[in-house]
């Protein structure tokens, strides 16, 4: 069963603390992105890499981190220095330029 | 910088009622453009794309919409809507010198039964 999954569903971190979501895909796309999503906002690129070992910046990359070691995994970073983390995660992955194909999310909540 | 306007935040309809959601963006040269649906606890999904060719384009659940590039624009359309319509819709942009896609900031589509 081709897809994306995004774990876990919900999170809860103390602030301070660092926190990693986990995307994994296995539709053998090129291209991953991770996105933010708040009410009344629609979706915000944090980073997105076309290209293992690369990835760029997004419109909203402070005070996160990615990595891209293997085509199938892009794991998002939410470090202390992220100023309002609270938010639903989006990780997406597609071919160049195509469509994009969605997880299911993570809520992360900072308490 | 690129963008894209959706100028409905909130639109609640009637069974039955005809449906029309606006899209602009800010590009002049080739696009690639896309309707977004993420119905409630649901992932989000694709309605319909254009990338060439006719510019009116029929997608899924009844949807079309039409890439006007006189006015930048990309309109989703459905002529009668259902219950089941209720989600959010996204419009999208990918300009294709770019390897991002610019997502508008969605509409709430609430339907009456």
């Known amino acids: 069963d081709g897809g994306i999954t995004q774990s876990p569903k919900y999170l809860f971190r103390k602030e301070g603390q660092n926190v990693t979501l986990s995307c994994e895909q296995n539709?053998?796309?090129?291209?991953m992105y991770w996105y933010r999503q708040d009410p009344g906002q629609g979706l915000r690129l944090i980073y997105y890499?076309?290209?293992?070992?690369?990835?760029q910046k997004g419109d909203i990359a402070e005070g996160y981190s990615v990595s891209r070691e293997k085509k199938e995994s892009f794991p998002l970073t939410v470090t202390s220095a992220q100023k309002n983390p609270t938010a639903f995660y989006l990780c997406?992955?597609?071919?160049?330029?195509?469509?994009?194909?969605f997880g299911p999310g993570t809520r992360l909540t900072v308490l | 910088a690129q963008s894209v306007s959706q100028h409905n935040h909130h639109v609640i309809l009637s069974e039955a009622a005809s449906l029309e959601l606006g899209c602009n963006y800010s590009?002049?040269?080739?696009?690639?453009l896309f309707w977004y649906v993420q119905y409630p606890g649901q992932h989000l999904q694709l309605l319909l794309k254009?990338?060439?060719?006719?510019?009116l384009v029929k997608g899924i659940k009844g949807f079309e919409a039409e890439f006007i590039k006189s006015k930048f624009s990309f309109n989703l359309r459905k002529p009668s809507v259902q219950w089941s319509d209720t989600a959010e819709y996204f419009c999208?942009?990918?300009?294709?010198?770019?390897?991002?896609?610019?997502f508008g900031k969605g509409t709430r589509l609430h339907i009456l039964p």
């Open positions: 999208a942009v990918n300009v294709n010198r770019d390897d991002k896609i610019i």
């Open positions: 997406a992955s597609s071919n160049i330029r195509d469509e994009q194909f």
């Open positions: 254009y990338f060439s060719g006719d510019p």
């Open positions: 539709l053998n796309h090129d291209a």
């Open positions: 890499s076309q290209i293992v070992n690369d990835f």
């Open positions: 590009y002049g040269g080739t696009v690639n």
